[in-house]
């Protein structure tokens, strides 16, 4: 449930949704999680990617900050069809 709880603060965070090309994956050991996230452009051509660790107490607030990080580097049309 914590690796849960911390991807879905990423995914909150970056708006995702299932046509979004977004990815997280958190991992619970010794107390803390540890998450990597991605996103990238429709067509694979950029790809920005973050990780993280905090201890399992801090999942929701390591997910959005990883979400936040992601997502200051993301130009506004990040998203937008390739051309």
Request: net charge negative.
């Amino acid at each position: 449930m914590i690796a849960v709880t911390a991807e879905r603060a990423f995914l909150s965070a970056l708006d995702g949704s299932c046509r979004t090309p977004i990815a997280a994956l958190a991992t619970v050991a010794h107390g803390q999680v540890a998450m990597e996230g991605l996103v990238a452009r429709q067509d694979g051509s950029v790809v920005v990617q973050k990780h993280g660790r905090r201890e399992t107490s801090q999942a929701v607030a390591l997910g959005d900050m990883i979400g936040q990080q992601i997502k200051g580097e993301m130009p506004a049309d990040f998203f937008a069809a390739a051309h």
